[in-house]
């Protein structure tokens, strides 16, 4: 019984990571392109926004919504198993929207899969979505 027990697990398949991530950070700088409001100001990761994408301004047909007040500076997919640590994850991703200059992630988590999108808010809207709790 212990030699089977020992060789199910040297024969045993590799577990998939908790989570996966593929993501791409594009450089667009508010500031060069002049849009009134945004600064390229490096956020930490502790600061970074989230928002779900179900709020109504979250509309990513094009790259640049300076109408509702943001910019997309990059974008990711990615699987997430019941063992992955959120918490882990959010930080990940908290340091790769800081690396990118974001200062917000748009996320959505649906069954295993994840989408996100790296986004500068104007300054204004930062600022208000900062004093709010998350």
Same mark, same amino acid.
């Not at 577990?15 to 500031?31: G, L, N, W």
């Given at each position: 019984?212990?030699?089977?027990?020992i060789a199910?697990?040297c #024969?045993?398949?590799?577990?998939?990571p908790?989570?996966?991530?593929?993501?791409?950070? &594009?450089?667009?700088?508010?500031?060069e #392109?002049?849009?009134?409001?945004?600064?390229?100001?490096?956020?930490?990761?502790?600061?970074?926004?989230?928002?779900p994408?179900?709020?109504?301004?979250?509309?990513?047909?094009?790259?640049?919504?300076?109408?509702e007040g943001?910019?997309?500076?990059?974008?990711?997919?990615?699987h997430?198993?019941?063992?992955?640590n959120?918490p882990?994850?959010?930080?990940?991703l908290r340091?790769?929207?800081?690396?990118?200059?974001?200062?917000?992630?748009?996320?959505?988590?649906s069954?295993?899969?994840?989408?996100?999108r790296f986004?500068? #808010?104007?300054?204004?809207?930062f600022?208000k979505?900062?004093?709010?709790? &998350?």
């Amino acid at each position: 019984m212990i030699l089977l027990a020992i060789a199910s697990a040297c #024969l045993g398949e590799e577990k998939p990571p908790p989570f996966k991530i593929d993501c791409t950070c &594009q450089h667009v700088d508010a500031v060069e #392109l002049r849009l009134p409001g945004f600064s390229d100001k490096k956020v930490p990761p502790e600061k970074i926004a989230l928002w779900p994408y179900s709020r109504p301004e979250m509309n990513f047909d094009g790259m640049h919504s300076t109408a509702e007040g943001f910019v997309v500076l990059g974008k990711g997919f990615g699987h997430i198993t019941s063992q992955a640590n959120r918490p882990e994850l959010g930080a990940k991703l908290r340091k790769l929207a800081s690396n990118c200059r974001a200062n917000c992630i748009a996320y959505e988590i649906s069954g295993s899969e994840f989408r996100v999108r790296f986004l500068r #808010l104007r300054d204004d809207i930062f600022q208000k979505n900062m004093k709010r709790p &998350q």
